[in-house]
Every structure is written in C-alpha cells, then in structure tokens.
C-alpha cells in the first residue's frame, strides 16, 4: 500500500471516528440533561446504575430491569403505552381491570409487599439501622431502602436475601413466600 493510500484511509477512519463519536455524544446528551436535572437522590442512585450496567456482572433480565428504572428515573412517565417511564401503578390498574387472574395475582403482590414493608422496618428498628446504613451493607444507595419501605418498588428476590443477610435474619423472615418467587 502506498504512502498516499494509506494517509487516505487513516482520514477516513478519523472521519468515521469523529462521526461516531459525535453521534454517541448526540444520543447522549439528552440523558445527560435528564441526570442534571434529577434532584441529587436520584442522580446518585442512576450512576450506581449505569455502573452496575457497566460492570459486565449483570444477565439480561438484570439489564433489562435496571435499564427500566434508569428510564424511569431519567425520564418518569414519558408515555401512556407502555414504553419507559410507565407507571407501575397504572400499568397494575389496567391489568386488574383486563384480566380476573391478575387481579388476584397483583392482590396476594400486594399482600406479600405490605408484609415485607412492615417486617423490614420493624427488623431495622430493632437492629437499631438507619437506611442509609442498611443501603450500605448490601450495596444500593438509600434512595433504594426508602422505596422498598414506602412500597414504591418490590424487590427482587436477590435483593431479599442479600437484606436478610445484612440483617442477620433469615429471608423467610421477611418475605415467608420468598421460596416461591
């Protein structure tokens, strides 16, 4: 390859370098603005999440659910159809008035929530933990513990034991059922 041959394709890929980088930066930025505008809370708790998103440790449905709450917290409730930034409140509403069986199914949901709510704040009271303490032990930020208890989110599975764990506790203890999730 000649001298002029190769100068010629290192422009080129420069160019498509400089346009990819500036098309990455276009789809970013409104992110970015979204994030500035979260209050602080939020905007520490979706850099965890795009951290853990980052870190290559999560599987697809870890991907997918952290994925949605970072569209839900960037971006609350663009649509009414269903795409990020659903309501998890309207989303139930309109199952339960479609379907008998979820209906029941969102209503034992609802149930189990309660009593987890209840058991984990009775168990923190106990242990003499604060949130912020407790968001630290398992790895999430306060935010995370605050909407468990206020029962503005339902918790994974994992997420159960990993807070019967910091809590010394069985999960059992928490959430009776967790076997059956």
């Not at 990455?24 to 500035?36: G, K, N, T």
């Amino acid at each position: 390859m000649s001298n002029a041959a190769f100068e010629k394709a290192m422009d080129s890929i420069s160019n498509y370098v400089a346009d990819l980088q500036a098309s990455a930066l276009q789809a970013a930025s409104p992110i970015v603005m979204a994030l500035e505008e979260c209050d602080e809370d939020l905007r520490k708790e979706a850099i965890i999440l795009f951290g853990q998103l980052r870190s290559g440790k999560l599987d697809e449905h870890e991907r997918y659910a952290t994925t949605a709450l970072l569209a839900e917290i960037l971006f609350p409730n663009t649509d009414g159809k269903g795409f990020p930034g659903l309501d998890l409140v309207e989303a139930e509403e309109i199952a339960k008035k479609t379907s008998a069986e979820a209906k029941a199914v969102l209503a034992q949901m609802d149930a189990e929530e309660d009593l987890f709510a209840k058991r984990l704040h009775a168990t923190m009271a106990t242990k003499g933990l604060t949130q912020a303490q407790l968001a630290a032990a398992i790895g999430v930020g306060q935010p995370a513990i605050s909407m468990m208890l206020q029962r503005n989110c339902r918790p994974q599975k994992r997420t159960v034991v990993k807070l019967a764990e910091a809590l010394g506790i069985a999960p059992e203890e928490l959430w009776p059922d967790i076997k059956q999730r």
